[in-house]
């Protein structure tokens, strides 16, 4: 069982360049999000999909895209990274609507931008 | 809006005793669920305990249970005979509609 993968692990971008953080499950959930995590902060939710097709905002979303071309697959887009931009980031998917199911989480990936 | 509150930055505990993180919640939802979640440094997040908030009775896996007050809007996590391997971040966690919402995390270590 694959669960929820997530690339790359390790990634450096200069201030200014773009990139994508790829997240994929093949657990057939609806739900899919990306969180950020930072010291003293825990993990707070970037953008949140409820199906292909259906994306929305959360918490702190300026600086990213998503979008949900299929079931299996949710990009996080970093349009001109930022310093503030250092992070963890988690995808995490679960079954729709039961949110009260647990959330799966990809291994993370820790990006750093100079 | 839900939030999350975790108020114990850091905690330690000697191997084989039992420690207790704390946590509150504020959230308007009507049916909620409250998860335990630990992350050891490889990264990982792991499921360690789910609360359904319509129960009264508290949840128990193994050595972990949690104290659920409904009222008081508090869900503490007790880890008993504590093993180094439960050294790890821990985060509370609401579960409501569209979201789950993270308490800032209390990094606990076992000490031997």
């Known amino acids: 069982n694959a669960g929820v993968t997530q690339t790359p692990k390790f990634q450096v971008l200069k201030t200014g360049q773009s990139m994508t953080l790829q997240c994929a499950q093949d657990?057939?959930?609806?739900?899919m999000s990306w969180y950020r995590q930072d010291p003293g902060m825990g993990l707070r939710l970037i953008h949140y999909?409820?199906?292909?097709?259906?994306?929305d905002q959360g918490e702190v979303p300026n600086g990213y895209n998503v979008s949900r071309s299929t079931t299996e697959d949710f990009p996080l887009r970093l349009l001109s990274a930022a310093p503030s931009q250092t992070s963890v980031y988690f995808c995490?998917?679960?079954?729709?609507?039961?949110?009260?199911?647990?959330?799966?989480f990809g291994q993370g990936t820790r990006l750093t931008v100079v | 809006a839900q939030t999350v509150t975790q108020s114990q930055p850091e905690m330690s505990v000697q191997e084989a005793e039992t420690v207790t993180l704390s946590c509150t919640y504020d959230?308007?939802?009507?049916?909620?669920?409250l998860f335990w979640y630990k992350q050891p440094p490889s990264r990982q997040m792991i499921l360690v305990i789910r609360?359904?908030?319509?129960?009264?009775q508290n949840a128990t896996e193994n050595r972990f249970s949690v104290n659920f007050q409904k009222a008081a809007k508090s869900f503490s996590l007790k880890i008993s005979d504590s093993q180094l391997g439960d050294t790890a971040m821990y985060f509370c966690?609401?579960?409501?509609?569209?979201?789950?919402?993270f308490g800032t995390g209390t990094r606990l270590k076992v000490l031997a």
């Open positions: 995490a998917s679960s079954y729709f609507p039961q949110i009260n199911t647990e959330a799966f």
């Open positions: 657990m057939n959930h609806e739900y």
């Open positions: 999909s409820v199906g292909a097709g259906i994306t």
């Open positions: 959230t308007s939802e009507n049916n909620y669920y």
């Open positions: 609360q359904e908030a319509y129960k009264q």
């Open positions: 966690a609401a579960g409501g509609t569209y979201k789950y919402i």
